[in-house]
């Protein structure tokens, strides 16, 4: 059974930084492509980025491009997302999604994700 369980979320002020991980047990990723979501209240859920496991390439949606980073630790089966410059906006539940069914042009449809996290907070003051 595939379990996803993301950390690293809290409470943080403006302009500060967090790092969430997503570690991955059951299965590996290795030909897979691997997501963070996110979701504010009385909002839809929303790509942030992906890693493609195997290349290491990345994107990001553009609200977050040059702030947000992620990576990966093969031997841990582990995603990060480090968060600098983090903004009000930023505030939300945050979630890792893997088992992506998809190509590169689908890859923020969240239903082509197979398995998810318990989603971790994060809350941005002002």
């Known amino acids: 059974q595939v379990q996803l369980v993301e950390s690293g979320g809290g409470l943080v002020q403006a302009g500060g930084s967090l790092r969430l991980s997503c570690a991955a047990s059951?299965?590996?990723?290795?030909?897979?492509?691997m997501a963070w979501f996110r979701q504010a209240p009385g909002k839809e859920r929303e790509f942030v980025g992906n890693i493609n496991w195997s290349s290491g390439t990345t994107s990001y949606v553009d609200s977050v491009k040059g702030r947000f980073t992620i990576s990966k630790d093969n031997a841990k089966n582990t995603m990060y997302l480090q968060m600098n410059s983090l903004k009000p906006e930023d505030t939300a539940v945050y979630y890792c999604?893997?088992?992506?069914?998809?190509?590169?042009?689908?890859?923020?449809?969240?239903?082509?994700?197979?398995?998810w996290g318990q989603g971790t907070q994060v809350t941005v003051s002002s």
């Open positions: 999604a893997g088992g992506f069914s998809g190509n590169y042009w689908s890859r923020t449809r969240s239903e082509l994700y197979s398995y």
């Open positions: 059951g299965r590996t990723f290795s030909n897979n492509v």
